[in-house]
């Protein structure tokens, strides 16, 4: 008897999916457990192993959007493997072009990206080494490979993607936009319309954070193995404004305000994807060094296609840096249903009075956007006041003053 290969859950919010590619050819045998196919929601995008050793049988082809457990293929654990059509609708992939081999001959599996990345370098992906799951081969691990696949004795076709048109013909180009991207519009349409949002800015003299940097960076990194950077400041700040102003921790559910306690502080994190935002659970129980830690574990996870359904839930409020890009100023959107999302931007000397002195010093523009259904522009105001203290002050989140 056949066994189903469904569309597994991916987090409790994930109710569909789309097939991004088949590691495995109509028809070919597979091992169990052996990556089938990749699945890409609207949070993440994971491979799905095998359920069962046999013959596989394609029921859904690359780019069909799919509901959770539902069925789109089947393996036959009596199946003989035999030759896939070459331009057969249910395979949906380059691979069915191709005759299918066994399991254990199989040609290397890659991401999608990486599959990219090797053809752009030339590379020969048996040379290359996967470091993603069950061996699959990711974009990093085409962009560390240093074995070019032999030169074509022909010059290369100008492949189908390319947008710069050499015969003077305007062409286009449509591709469908990617399940990550599509929810980030839905997010982000969702948010205009269902909240009350305005946003305050303040300006951060860094000069003290960056002191503290240069003092103690070195001992630091040797003490933890990870340098000091900002962001952990700016969490700590935020946390310390968070609790000096709970209002800005809390939600709005329906006619209820829901006050939060705890403290899950989520990071954006910009990817080839798209933007998202990884959730940093009990951030005010983490010293600097942990959060700086947790924080790249999370961007690493979230680059690498390796979050999961609990990295992406929860959150009580938002952090985003949009410094690393160089901007100067925005204002962020807020992520419902939290009430608040804080705006770090680049650094840059700018001259400023102090002691009524014009002085050159570091600073950084800050942005408080928030839902005013919920949160008065005292509230707001005063919350971003209580950060730039605390980041102009360092000491005073060690004193808890």
């Not at 050819?25 to 929601?41: H, I, N, R, S, Y």
Request: hydrophobic fraction near 45%.
């Amino acid at each position: 008897m056949a066994v189903a290969v469904l569309v597994p859950k991916a987090g409790d919010a994930v109710v569909e999916g789309r097939i991004a590619q088949w590691f495995v050819a109509d028809g070919a045998a597979v091992k169990a457990d052996q990556p089938l196919f990749e699945l890409e929601t609207d949070k993440l995008t994971v491979p799905v192993p095998a359920p069962a050793a046999g013959v596989l049988k394609q029921l859904a082809k690359v780019g069909d959007v799919v509901a959770v457990e539902s069925v789109v293929g089947e393996i036959d654990p009596a199946g003989t493997p035999t030759a896939a059509p070459a331009a057969s609708p249910n395979t949906g992939s380059e691979a069915g072009a191709t005759k299918p081999k066994p399991a254990d001959k199989a040609e290397p599996r890659m991401s999608p990206a990486a599959a990219a990345a090797a053809r752009d370098n030339n590379l020969d992906p048996a040379t290359l080494t996967g470091t993603g799951p069950h061996g699959i081969i990711t974009k990093d691990d085409a962009a560390k490979g240093h074995k070019p696949a032999p030169a074509p004795s022909a010059p290369l076709a100008v492949a189908p993607a390319a947008r710069v048109s050499t015969d003077g013909i305007r062409k286009e180009e449509r591709q469908p936009m990617s399940m990550i991207r599509r929810r980030i519009a839905q997010r982000l349409l969702e948010s205009q319309s269902t909240t009350a949002t305005l946003t305050t800015f303040n300006e951060v003299d860094m000069s003290a954070v960056m002191e503290l940097r240069t003092k103690y960076n070195d001992k630091f990194e040797k003490k933890h193995g990870i340098k000091l950077g900002f962001m952990s400041v700016f969490v700590k700040a935020a946390i310390e404004a968070l609790k000096a102003f709970p209002v800005v921790n809390a939600r709005i559910d329906g006619t209820d305000v829901v006050y939060q306690s705890f403290f899950d502080i989520g990071v954006a994190v910009s990817t080839e994807k798209g933007l998202t935002v990884p959730v940093m659970k009990g951030a005010d129980a983490l010293g600097f060094a942990d959060i700086e830690k947790a924080i790249g574990v999370l961007a690493k996870k979230a680059r690498d296609g390796k979050l999961t359904a609990d990295d992406m839930t929860g959150g009580t409020f938002t952090i985003t840096n949009g410094g690393t890009f160089g901007s100067m100023l925005s204002t962020p959107i807020l992520n419902p249903p939290q009430t608040g999302i804080l705006g770090m931007h680049n650094i840059v000397k700018r001259p400023v009075v102090v002691n009524d002195e014009i002085v050159i010093r570091p600073i950084m523009y800050v942005a408080l956007s928030y839902d005013h259904r919920l949160i008065d522009g005292r509230e707001a105001v005063q919350f971003l006041v209580r950060i730039k203290e605390c980041v102009e002050n360092p000491e005073r989140m060690l004193f808890g003053v």
